[in-house]
């Protein structure tokens, strides 16, 4: 079956010849205008794969557009490449921490664009691991059913947050440098400000509650979970 492209773009003519290509590669593509149109499809349509999508709407901003497609349980683990003509790092750094995945800068090639896509797709079809748990002081993580709780207590997270915490808590009592997290959790190798690192970090230790002291800080370096995490 093929996989499912949503392409969010306001100038017409860019969307159909991007529309063009993608459908060309096999991908079956729908198309959106705005940003309120691109979230009534996802909320009537089968969830896209993947979402193209664009920084600059002419209603909603598609920072905004992927802050809510990660804040719904349906569509919070599309892959979404975010479309942008602004080359500053700032507004590169605002679609990581809204939760894209992956970002070109306009003009772009559609080849480059597909490879994007393409990259992204394999990331996401990877065979699941085995089923297991990972569990240090109150925090207890299902990976397989992806669920995470606290004292018993489930703690809702995003996909990145729970993919954040999973990296840190296998490799307890180790360093894991900005750009280490920014590779393995993100996906991606960018020359961005990593501050979308300790965005995250901040929202993750705030769901967690007293056992987010579990993760700390490396001054200068980046961060570590504790070997035996929180005290209960």
Do not use: N
């Amino acid at each position: 079956m093929a996989r499912r492209v949503l392409l969010v773009e306001d100038e017409a003519d860019l969307r159909a010849s991007v529309a063009f290509a993608v459908r060309r590669a096999g991908y079956q593509v729908t198309e959106a205008g705005t940003g309120a149109e691109a979230l009534a499809a996802v909320a009537t349509a089968p969830v896209p794969d993947v979402v193209v999508l664009d920084v600059m709407l002419p209603d909603l901003s598609g920072v905004e557009v992927c802050r809510r497609l990660r804040a719904d349980r349906r569509t919070a683990d599309c892959g979404v490449v975010m479309l942008t003509a602004r080359s500053e790092e700032f507004d590169r750094v605002l679609g990581f921490e809204a939760g894209a995945d992956d970002y070109v800068t306009k003009p772009f090639s559609m080849r480059e664009l597909l490879l994007r896509i393409e990259a992204l797709l394999r990331r996401t079809k990877r065979p699941p691991a085995p089923a297991k748990a990972l569990a240090s002081g109150p925090i207890v993580v299902d990976v397989d059913a992806h669920e995470v709780t606290v004292d018993g207590v489930q703690v809702t997270l995003t996909a990145l947050e729970f993919r954040l915490l999973v990296t840190l808590m296998e490799r307890r009592g180790r360093v894991q440098t900005r750009e280490m997290l920014l590779r393995d959790v993100w996906g991606i190798d960018a020359d961005v400000t990593t501050r979308t690192v300790d965005t995250h970090v901040k929202r993750l230790r705030q769901k967690l509650g007293p056992a987010g002291a579990a993760v700390e800080t490396v001054r200068g370096v980046g961060y570590r979970f504790r070997e035996g995490g929180s005290e209960s």
